[in-house]
């Protein structure tokens, strides 16, 4: 069975940092695709970032290019996203997903999170 955990959400001042993690467990990396998506209050769920297992390659939504980075960390089966220069309008739950293609939509990942809450203060 596989199983994803998102943790190091938290409460950020504007221009802050948080790290997201999220840990795989079972046969998690039997997938290929690593992804993050978002849902703000009121809003749909978004696709934020997707890395390529395989690879290495990196994908970013406009909005947080040059602010996140999405990396791998495979001694300890998770990948971790580095957000920099915080806005309130990424205020969200954050979810990690897995899937086998690097895709925005959400239909091309079936493994999920429960999710964490990143909030940003002005």
């Known amino acids: 069975q596989v199983q994803l955990a998102e943790s190091g959400g938290g409460l950020v001042q504007a221009g802050g940092s948080l790290r997201l993690s999220c840990a795989g467990s079972?046969?998690?990396?039997?997938?290929?695709?690593m992804g993050w998506f978002r849902q703000a209050p009121g809003k749909e769920r978004e696709f934020v970032a997707a890395?390529?297992?395989?690879?290495?390659?990196?994908y970013y939504t406009d909005s947080v290019k040059g602010r996140f980075t999405l990396s791998r960390d495979g001694a300890k089966n998770t990948v971790s996203l580095q957000m920099n220069s915080l806005k309130p309008e990424d205020t969200a739950v954050y979810y990690c997903?897995?899937?086998?293609?690097?895709?925005?939509?959400?239909?091309?990942?079936?493994?999920w999170g429960q999710g964490t809450q990143v909030t940003v203060s002005s």
């Open positions: 079972g046969r998690t990396f039997s997938r290929t695709v």
């Open positions: 890395l390529r297992l395989t690879n290495g390659f990196t």
């Open positions: 997903a897995a899937g086998t293609r690097l895709l925005e939509e959400e239909r091309a990942y079936d493994t």
